[in-house]
């Protein structure tokens, strides 16, 4: 696991948890907290069949995040786990993916559509 991200302080002394955004729209999608590593990565980097190549970051848990379409394993990045197409739940951009499988539920999201 990586190690977790400190919460801020606001000006007002009200600790603030630190959020990965939506690059498009910034609009909160997971807290840095829980980001977690995946096969011992922080990140990884695939090719779809199309050969558009993505690098995401997991996360345990996405809850700005709004899943569409049905679940399917088909050409699924991690073996034993189906996934299903995540978006900005503000602006609908394409995000990423949730993924299923037997150790639970994970979010991958694109590095180059999020903030950190």
Known sequence: MLKEAPA????SGVREERACRCAACSHE??????RIEVEGAASRRFVNPEGIEF??????DA???SLIG?????????????WQV????????????????PSGRFCGLILER???
């Open 8 to 11: 801020a302080e606001s000006g």
């Open 29 to 34: 999608l997971a807290l840095l907290r829980d």
């Open 55 to 60: 690098e995401i970051a997991a996360f345990r």
């Open 63 to 65: 809850p700005g995040c």
């Open 70 to 82: 049905e679940r399917s394993a088909y050409w699924s990045w991690f073996a034993g786990y189906d």
């Open 86 to 101: 995540a978006l900005c739940g503000r602006c609908a951009g394409h995000v990423g993916w949730s993924f299923t499988g």
């Open 114 to 116: 999020i903030q950190l």
